[in-house]
T-cell receptor
């Protein structure tokens, strides 16, 4: 499978717990993006990596959120002290070096987070 | 703030009909527009895109029309099939790294 892979597909956690999601982009893609999608809404941009550098962060990415891409390959998104409002689908996307930032996205299937 | 919006939250068509899904945008600086299809439990799937220097672009069974005068974007699906049932989003790039998505139109195709 050469698509964008996300793990886990579903996560149920208690309020206050920490969670971490993983994204494996398409292997030759150096650009990686995280989005959040709540029920009935379109995805909203969270953050962008080019290789291992995090170049852009949305105001939606509060202090409880941190994203990393240590070797420029896979990325992790951690949410600390989860709140019920964090319940959403977290989507990862990647694009190739030949596409400019913001172009040529391929999305993964997402991680569905439910905070109870 | 400014955002990409869609005219109708739901659209119901019969199999074999042509479907038209509309989208309005407000930012004149947007230079790139994309249509995505999202099935339940899956991520958005690219359908077709268009740059602001074009008015029309065709793919397999799909056509995107861009009217910059009225800031309107539409997706036409020919001979709609049950497998086309999904939520359709338009998205715009305003020259940065982020795509700005609208709320989506749910297309239901009955046979």
């Amino acid at each position: 499978d050469t698509g964008v892979s996300q793990d886990p597909r579903h996560k149920i956690t208690k309020r206050g717990q920490n969670v971490t999601f993983r994204c494996d982009p398409i292997s030759e893609h150096n650009r990686l993006y995280w989005y959040r999608q709540t029920l009935g809404q379109g995805p909203e941009f969270l953050t962008y990596f080019q290789n291992e550098a995090q170049l852009e962060k949305s105001r939606l990415l509060s202090d409880r959120f941190s994203a990393e891409r240590p070797k420029g390959s896979f990325s992790t998104l951690e949410i600390q002290r989860t709140e019920q409002g964090d319940s959403a689908m977290y989507l990862c996307a990647s694009s190739s070096p030949t596409a400019g930032p913001g172009y040529g996205y391929t999305f993964g299937s997402g991680t569905r987070l439910t905070v109870v | 703030g400014e955002s990409v919006g869609l005219h109708l939250p739901t659209l119901s068509v019969q199999e074999g009909d042509n479907s038209i899904i509309n989208c309005a945008y407000s930012n004149s600086a947007s230079d790139y527009f994309i249509w995505y299809k999202q099935e339940s439990g899956k991520g958005p799937q690219f359908i077709i895109d268009i740059r602001s220097n074009m008015d029309k672009r065709q793919g397999q069974r799909v056509t995107v029309l861009l009217n910059k005068t009225v800031k309107h974007l539409s997706l036409q699906i020919a001979a709609t099939q049950p497998g086309d049932s999904a939520v359709y989003f338009c998205a715009e790039n305003r020259g940065g790294t982020a795509l700005i998505f609208g709320k989506g139109t749910t297309l239901s195709v009955s046979s």
